[in-house]
Every structure is written in structure tokens, then in C-alpha cells.
């Protein structure tokens, strides 16, 4: 599974660890050591994957990952040495499709490219998924609904590709974050909420009384073809 990757990172002796192990499994991969560098090397290569650190000069790596996320769907890990929910929460927020907290393994970091860039890649084989009127596109990497285009960013299009794939499906937040992001000890289930929360204001008529993206209390959350369910809302 070889990939073009980009390594944003300012910490040399770090950011050439990290192409090691890459390189390891055979990505051809670009080091760069500042946020507009990230960005043009990201643009000027058919980048698969982006491995970001926040803390860069020049540019930081939130507002990188902001500026690309308008322009393109590279997947994008981003590393951080910050630890609080509401630093990782912003990440996903901006388009990160997965977080890891600085110290990491380069093992587990490795494990978790393979995982992105095997998410990223099946998405063309799939055909569009439709819930009712929701339909998702894999290929496209859309969202509609009634044939109305649905910007989503990638963590709230990717946990919506996981829902719609099995309808009436109830998934717990455990299961969802695995799916979208692996397990990290620093992010918790009110990363799926906020995903849900936000998605419910883009996809449902009334938001506060939701009819396709449901809570089963207790249990998780569910995509349905919008049949009110009176055990779930």
C-alpha cells in the first residue's frame, strides 16, 4: 500500500523518525518543518496523507489543516503535545480524520496510517449508500439529502459513511471511535457527541427532534430512513 506522505513536524530528530518507519512500509514520504512548507508540499504533490503537527512556525498546524480541508480531502493526522478535550475536539473539528498525543509510538503511529489510508482507498470501490433520503457517496466524498449537497468535514462524513452503511444499526460511542479514529487514552465519547450534534444541524429539519440520526439512550446513536421511533430520538 504505497502513498505519497507528507511529514510536517519541526522537531528533526522526530519528524525523521517518523519517515523511517514510513519508509519502512514503502510510502514515498516528504519531511517538511513548517506550516506553509506543509502546504505547498501538500499541494504540490498528489499527497494521500498528511501526519501534522500542531505546534509549528510559520503557520500552525490547526489553521493548516483548516486551509487544506477547504481545498482538499488528504487524510490528515495530526500529533500534538496538547492533551485536553477541548484541543482535540478543535482538531477534529477543522477536518482531522485522527489525533495522536505526543510522547507516541512510532509502531501505533505506523498502525494508524495503514488504517487511514485503508479507509481512504476502500471508499472507491463502494457504491453510494442511501438512508431514506440521505444519500452518502463514498467515491465523491458527498453528502445529500432530498438532493441537497451537505458539507461535512471528514470525522462527521466518515461516522455518517459508518452508520449508513448499516442502517438501524446502534452503535455506542466506543465503537464508533474505534472505527473513526482507533483507540487514544485522550479522547473520549463526547468526540462522537459533538460529530452527532453537528450533524443533526446539517441533516435534520428540526435538530432538537431528530428523525434519522437517533439516541438510543443508554446504548449509542443510530441512522434511520426517518420513521420516527419513539424508543430512540
Not at 66 to 87: F, G, H, N, P, Y
Not at 207 to 221: A, D, E, H, K, S
Request: hydrophobic share 40%.
Amino acid at each position: 500500500m504505497c502513498a505519497q506522505i507528507v511529514i510536517a513536524e519541526d522537531d528533526v530528530k522526530q519528524a525523521e523518525l517518523v519517515r523511517r518507519y514510513l519508509e519502512r512500509d514503502r510510502h514515498s514520504v516528504v519531511v517538511v518543518h513548517d506550516g506553509r512548507a506543509a502546504i505547498d508540499a501538500t499541494r504540490r504533490r498528489k499527497t494521500d496523507l498528511l501526519v501534522l503537527d500542531v505546534m509549528l512556525p510559520r503557520v500552525d498546524g490547526l489553521e493548516v489543516c483548516r486551509i487544506l480541508r477547504e481545498e482538499s480531502d488528504v487524510a490528515v493526522l495530526m500529533l500534538t503535545a496538547r492533551s485536553t478535550e477541548d484541543d482535540l475536539l478543535l482538531g477534529l473539528d477543522l477536518g482531522a480524520d485522527d489525533y495522536m498525543t505526543k510522547p507516541f509510538s512510532p509502531r501505533e503511529l505506523t498502525a494508524r496510517v495503514r488504517t487511514l489510508l485503508r479507509r481512504t482507498r476502500r471508499t472507491t470501490a463502494d457504491s453510494r449508500l442511501r438512508v431514506g433520503d440521505i444519500v452518502v457517496d463514498p467515491v465523491r466524498h458527498e453528502v445529500s439529502r432530498n438532493g441537497e449537497r451537505i458539507e461535512c468535514t471528514p470525522g462527521e462524513f466518515h461516522l455518517l459513511e459508518t452508520m449508513a452503511a448499516e442502517p438501524d444499526r446502534v452503535f455506542t460511542r466506543e465503537q464508533l471511535l474505534e472505527r473513526l479514529h482507533g483507540f487514544d487514552r485522550f479522547i473520549t465519547s463526547r468526540t462522537i457527541d459533538v460529530h452527532v450534534m453537528n450533524l443533526r444541524k446539517k441533516i435534520e429539519s428540526r435538530p432538537r427532534r431528530p428523525t434519522c440520526l437517533l439516541t438510543v439512550y443508554g446504548v449509542g446513536y443510530k441512522l434511520t430512513d426517518g420513521v420516527r421511533d419513539d424508543a430512540a430520538r
